[in-house]
């Protein structure tokens, strides 16, 4: 599809595509272009557009020469190449959305599981805003109302005392922490994590990561050793992607490629976000050292296998499996998500931030705020506090995009791919 955006869009379009109806907005028309293809052309006449402006779109059969004889048409009528994400970009401008719509636009099409889609959607409708919104309106409101006595204080109009002022900033502060905390999980969603699975020879490492994987990938056999190199592979836990690494077994080895294969195992548990270690539940072996060592390079689990077996002994503190029956395996997906980002009711309904811009406002803000509180704790002139009250306004303002310079929107949109 050649996308056109702007006022000439229509006149444009029409002298390349004989149609065999005039264009009307909101409608398809069949028509040719210039004798090389039969092509359907929607017409959004502005401002009832992705852009708000005036908006083409043709399309062609999905030849890549018939595609480029279309846009190159469209070049010598007076179109030219659009930026990355200028589409959105122009979208943004003329205020048909609001900067957080604009990221999850990005994210949508960044999408690599359903889950991630339907957050980002979710954003592009604006929920990100909507979740802003009852901050801004008690943080304006609350400025508002100091506003008011600064302005009447020789009117002997009573100022607002500290306890109100306090008993006002409360929700304020502890709302727009809570949502730049939503960001742990808002991340781990958006960017996912990876996952090494470490243990002893034959613990059932391989099976599990198989398991974890739902499919065949590694080889699973009762010869310890047979895991030799990592073997990595993406895989989504309950729509979050990760990255499973299963590794070679730890032992003392006497041969060169098994020593190799266990040195990279060492390597992936310090390279992974969380290290999940499997003990054969049937077996006494002891892996303190092996679990110091994960505990040492980030988060982790350890995870008791084979339950399904008679001489099987659960352990407090270890998570109860069985990569062949599959018996635990959900739990410990689960686990895994809630070691690396716990969610409350809030992230749950999907109430959390996913972009790394919006959280530092957020916490920029969350600063000022907490400014603020000292300012009314130890009675400094409204003036004062009214200052930490507006640079706090200012980066909520920026997470939308009410106040935000140029070579930011620059960088945002920069990474759109083009055609957005
Ligand atoms: N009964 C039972 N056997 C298992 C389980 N997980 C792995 N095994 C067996 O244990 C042996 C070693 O498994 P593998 O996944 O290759 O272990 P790795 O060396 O840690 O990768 C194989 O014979 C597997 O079939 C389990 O949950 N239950
Ligand atoms: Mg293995």
Redesign the pocket.
């Known amino acids: 599809m050649i996308r056109l955006s702007g006022p000439d869009a229509a006149a444009i379009a029409t002298g390349m595509v004989r149609l065999k109806a005039p264009l009307e907005s909101w409608r398809a028309s069949f028509g040719v272009l210039l004798d090389v293809d039969q092509v359907v052309v929607t017409y959004f006449a502005a401002p009832r557009s992705y852009t708000g402006q005036d908006v083409v779109e043709i399309s062609c059969h999905g030849s890549p020469v018939v595609l480029r004889h279309c846009l190159e048409r469209a070049v010598e009528a007076g179109a030219r190449l659009a930026e990355p994400g200028e589409f959105t970009l122009r979208a943004f401008l003329n205020g048909r959305i609001d900067l957080p719509q604009a990221e999850a636009v990005r994210d949508l099409i960044d999408a690599t599981t359903l889950y991630q889609a339907r957050i980002a959607a979710q954003q592009t409708q604006g929920s990100v805003s909507k979740l802003l919104s009852p901050i801004k309106a008690q943080l304006i409101e609350l400025i508002a109302l100091l506003e008011a006595g600064i302005d009447f204080a020789e009117d002997d109009i009573s100022v607002a005392p500290a306890s109100e002022i306090l008993r006002r900033l409360e929700p304020i502060v502890a709302g727009t922490s809570r949502l730049a905390r939503s960001f742990v999980y808002g991340n781990l969603v958006r960017s996912g994590f990876s996952l090494a699975i470490v243990?002893?020879?034959?613990?059932?490492?391989?099976?599990?990561f198989n398991r974890l994987l739902e499919q065949d990938r590694?080889?699973?056999?009762?010869v310890?050793g047979?895991?030799r190199d990592l073997v990595s592979e993406s895989a989504e836990f309950e729509g979050i992607p990760v990255r499973l690494l299963?590794t070679a077994?730890i032992r003392e080895a006497s041969e060169l490629i098994e020593k190799l294969g266990i040195e990279r195992s060492y390597r992936a548990i310090s390279d992974a976000d969380l290290t999940i270690v499997?003990v054969d539940g049937a077996s006494d072996a002891d892996v303190s050292t092996l679990v110091e060592k994960a505990q040492s390079s980030g988060k982790h689990l350890i995870v008791r296998?084979?339950?399904?077996?008679p001489g099987f002994q659960p352990e407090p503190g270890q998570l109860t499996?069985?990569?062949?029956?599959g018996e635990g395996v959900p739990e410990l997906r689960r686990a895994v998500l809630d070691q690396l980002a716990p969610r409350g009711e809030l992230e749950i309904q999907g109430g959390f931030i996913t972009s790394v811009r919006q959280e530092n406002l957020l916490r920029e803000a969350v600063a000022m705020l907490e400014k603020a509180r000292v300012a009314a704790e130890t009675s400094l002139p409204h003036e004062l506090l009214l200052l930490d009250l507006y640079c706090a306004l200012q980066p909520l303002d920026a997470i939308t995009g009410l106040t935000t310079a140029d070579d930011i929107l620059n960088h945002i949109f920069s990474t759109f791919c083009i055609g957005k």
Do not use: E, R, Y
Not at 305 to 309: F, G, V
């Open positions: 243990g002893f020879p034959n613990a059932g490492k391989s099976s599990l590694a080889i699973v056999t009762d310890p047979t895991t299963d077994g499997v296998n084979k339950s399904d077996l499996v069985s990569a062949q029956t």
